[in-house]
């Protein structure tokens, strides 16, 4: 019983984060560039969208930053965040 919610969690979560090339085209420009930052494996969908449109992320950066800082308010994860310096401790005995 419990393996089945845990399975059906994790079946609706991947479904949930798939981003699709119909998904894409729905998106603005500034939304398709922020996805190919946040989400390596979608890459080449969102180069192909940008192709299509005839795009250049270069040209929508000023949108992109404010998509990052709400996402950075949010407690969601943006680009570099991992480079960020972590605070020091870890609680190994060390104050």
């Not at 998904?23 to 192909?48: F, N």
Request: aromatic letters at 2%.
């Amino acid at each position: 019983m419990r393996a089945t919610a845990i399975l059906s969690l994790l079946i609706l979560a991947a479904c949930a984060s798939t981003t699709t090339p119909e998904k894409l085209k729905a998106m603005s420009t500034a939304e398709v560039c922020y996805t190919g930052m946040v989400e390596p494996d979608t890459r080449q969908m969102v180069d192909a969208e940008l192709t299509a449109r005839k795009a250049d992320c270069r040209d929508h950066a000023a949108e992109i930053e404010k998509i990052q800082d709400m996402e950075r308010r949010a407690g969601g994860a943006t680009p570099g965040d991992a480079a960020a310096p972590k605070p020091a401790g870890g609680g190994m005995g060390r104050y």
